[in-house]
């Protein structure tokens, strides 16, 4: 066991150069600076992220390949009619199957979505997809970085997705799911569901029936009618794949169809959002029926995403109005749906935004004749409250309104929308206010800011309180600065307390807010505060995700406040952080923890992380550059961050990936192995490496730790290599203290192998 006295030590050796600090501050906390150009065998982590980063583009590749077959091959069965091609498609088809099996880790379908409002007329909407493969996305965006990384090989790639994109579009598809067959059988079965696909359009314009062969003999069925008499190929799917007929499964949905309205207490069916989803959701029936390997425009899916499957009963509600209120268009369907339940409201700007708040103004029009629908309207209005929220200010700026019609300005054009419903008035009224009343706390830092009414009645709607408590808030903030806006360190700890109050909304605030508008020397006494507060938040989700978004949002530069998201990150995880007493480092010991993370923030974390993984690597990989280049250089006085200061950094990096995991934190933990395992890397042949050679092998021992706690057997084969080569690290060390880390590292190391053993 690691004793206490030596643990100190280390914990020392860590914290941050004051005068190094003192001098980052003043130059802002940003280090724009250009990376030097080293040689690619210098930084062995950034080879490692190098190559993750070709594994996963490869899957990627992979993706845009089948999803762009799947595309063919239904332009084939539609319009060629030419039993060779469709043969030919159907081997290639079979090829990349076989290809996906290494990947089936990440998940065992693909879903290809559009991301916008479908429907709308705008030339970029027709590649506006998203491929989702377990947590891998591929869009036009990853898909351009890819080229970045690739060359014209990704390029030609990225052309060829759009061409696919276009196709789904033509389709009028805004959703599709597949299941990626395992064997032979269920590859056939695939054959046959986009066989069926590819004919149903056309049956439908010529209203003639949908012919195929079934065990060497032709059969024929009519489309199947969902319960708004309008016909739907998933059901005509699962009547053909089941070996149903036509008439018994119209039946089979008029039964369904009458058991969904029933208004009884307890009634299951009221978390379908559709006669097809409650089909395959049903116990009970005669007969189990087996889901198609494709679905194409289930509503389903543009609510929830692969990894949230579970719809709620008021999101299923929802989803039957819209499509009620819609006249059956699934294309007007999900476009209503998109305004509720769209995820990209942060990136979308000032007409898109009125766009799909005249959508919600529709649905919400229909709702107030069902005055029996009320938990539909709330659970409409708070979705769509909580998107707006994510909206910048300065969309709001660029919108105005004159009594009950709003004004959109975008792109140099304005758009003016008609009449909205009362409540979507309101809430574009108080978000409109509400970024007044933040520039006014943000200013109140420097000099003296009169609040009205209307600013304190705008914050307790805001953070959920009284207006008296929206009064004490500005007046408790107002204290923590002095006539001169420096920041009181100690008054902001007294007023924690009184702080948890404003829960739901004051994590954000400070730190989009305040941190940026300190004086530069003020930074880090705000930032050790925060601990304090983050230890006391209810809602840490909502912490969590202000941090990974603040991390991710310029990756090629590093904040001052980076060091502290992390620690942050590290103390929010936890769901007892007590024995966290430091506040400027994270003890090493709390990569022990098993049953005190909570793990549905850690999953949060991972998943949002994945989603951007391409930034996670390139921060990460400016991190360690970084540090690469403070070690190389004689004049560390002018440095903007010393070695010290980057030891630190990543130091909270690896502690926080470790805690979280995910792929990325596999991905980043295994790269770091790479680099800190090997005694020949550049890391420790540097000038300066020798002055911290003893902090340079406690990143080691972190690595080492963190990758028992997450990794798998591949890293245990490199856990061994480590090993290995222990003897040559302790020829490199010139104390007694860098012997007893080695001898720590040989114990985590075979505590690593011994736990990833056990999970394995």
């Not at 079979?94 to 991301?115: A, P």
């Not at 149903?200 to 079934?214: E, F, G, H, M, P």
């Not at 222990?726 to 040989?746: N, P």
């Amino acid at each position: 066991m690691q004793n206490k006295t030596t643990s100190k030590t280390q914990n020392e050796n860590l914290q941050l150069d004051n005068a190094a600090e003192s001098l980052y501050q003043q130059l802002g906390g940003v280090d724009f600076r250009k990376l030097k150009k080293l040689s690619a065998e210098s930084d062995r982590l950034a080879q490692g992220l190098s190559e993750e980063q070709r594994q996963y583009d490869a899957l990627r590749s992979l993706m845009a390949n089948l999803v762009s077959q799947v595309s063919t091959s239904l332009d084939y069965l539609q319009y060629s009619g030419k039993k060779q091609s469709g043969q030919i498609n159907y081997q290639k088809l079979e090829n990349i199957f076989v290809q996906f099996s290494g990947g089936m880790k990440f998940g065992d379908s693909i879903l290809i979505r559009h991301k916008g409002a479908f429907g709308e007329k705008k030339k970029e909407d027709k590649v506006d997809y998203e491929i989702l493969f377990g947590d891998i996305i591929l869009d036009a965006e990853v898909a351009q970085l890819m080229a970045k990384r690739r060359g014209a090989e990704t390029t030609n790639l990225l052309n060829q997705l759009n061409k696919t994109f276009e196709s789904f579009w033509r389709r009028g598809t805004n959703n599709f799911l597949m299941k990626i067959p395992k064997a032979p059988k269920e590859s056939k079965r695939l054959w046959m569901a986009l066989m069926i696909a590819a004919q149903y359009d056309a049956a439908l314009k010529k209203n003639t029936r949908i012919s195929y062969k079934l065990g060497g003999k032709s059969v024929s069925i009519s489309p199947v009618r969902n319960e708004h008499n309008a016909p739907d190929l998933n059901l005509t799917l699962l009547a053909i794949l089941n070996g149903v007929q036509t008439e018994q499964m119209q039946s089979l949905v008029q039964k369904v169809d009458n058991w969904m309205h029933r208004q009884e207490p307890g009634n299951a069916a009221i978390q379908f959002a559709s006669t097809y989803d409650a089909l395959l959701g049903i116990r009970n029936l005669p007969k189990k029926l087996v889901p198609p390997p494709i679905e194409i425009n289930n509503l389903k899916w543009m609510m929830v995403n692969q990894q949230q499957t579970q719809v709620t009963e008021n999101m299923a509600a929802v989803a039957r109005l819209a499509m009620n209120s819609s006249g059956g268009s699934n294309t007007e369907t999900a476009r209503v749906l998109k305004s509720v339940y769209g995820d990209d409201y942060a990136r979308i700007d000032s007409q898109q935004v009125l766009e799909r708040l005249q959508l919600t103004s529709g649905l919400l029009d229909a709702i107030d004749q069902k005055p029996e629908e009320k938990d539909i309207q709330v659970e409409v209005l708070n979705n769509v409250e909580q998107r707006l929220g994510k909206v910048s200010d300065e969309v709001f700026d660029n919108i105005s309104m004159a009594d009950d019609k709003v004004k959109g300005s975008a792109a140099g054009k304005d758009n003016l929308i008609g009449k909205m419903h009362t409540k979507v008035l309101s809430m574009v009224t108080f978000y409109k206010r509400r970024s007044t009343t933040k520039r006014k706390m943000t200013d109140m830092v420097h000099r003296a800011i009169d609040f009205d009414t209307q600013d304190y009645e705008t914050l307790a709607k805001d953070f959920n309180v009284s207006i008296q408590d929206a009064e004490v808030l500005i007046k408790i903030l107002k204290g923590c600065f002095d006539d001169q806006g420096n920041f009181k360190k100690s008054t902001f700890n007294k007023i924690i307390p009184d702080l948890e109050h404003y829960d739901r909304k004051i994590f954000e605030f400070l730190w989009h807010n305040l941190k940026e508008s300190l004086h530069q020397t003020d930074r880090g006494a705000f930032l050790d505060a925060l601990q304090l507060l983050v230890d006391r938040l209810k809602r840490p989700k909502n912490a969590i995700s202000v941090l990974l978004e603040d991390l991710s949002s310029n990756p090629t530069i590093i904040k001052f406040g980076d060091r502290k998201a992390f620690m942050l990150g590290n103390r929010l995880v936890r769901t007892y952080s007590k024995e966290i007493v430091s506040y400027q480092i994270t003890p090493e010991d709390v990569l022990l923890v098993v049953n005190g993370l909570d793990e549905r923030l850690t999953n949060y974390a991972a998943w949002k992380i994945d989603r951007k993984q391409d930034a996670f690597f390139e921060k990460i990989r400016t991190i360690h550059r970084r540090l690469l280049e403070a070690l190389d250089d004689d004049e560390t006085e002018q440095q903007i961050m010393g070695p010290q200061d980057l030891l630190v950094l990543e130091r909270e990096v690896y502690i926080f990936f470790a805690l979280v995991g995910g792929n990325t934190g596999r991905s980043l933990m295994l790269s770091a192995l790479k680099e800190y395992g090997h005694p020949e890397s550049d890391i420790y042949q540097l000038k300066g490496s020798q002055a911290h050679m003893a902090d340079l092998l406690q990143l080691l021992k972190i690595v080492v730790r963190g990758i028992g706690r997450i990794g798998d057997n591949d890293q245990s084969v490199i856990l061994d290599q480590v090993k290995g080569q222990l003897q040559v690290f302790s020829q490199m060390i010139k104390s007694l203290h860098g012997e007893d880390l080695i001898h720590q590292i040989q114990e985590h190391l075979d505590e690593s192998i011994r736990q990833i053993g056990d999970r394995s």
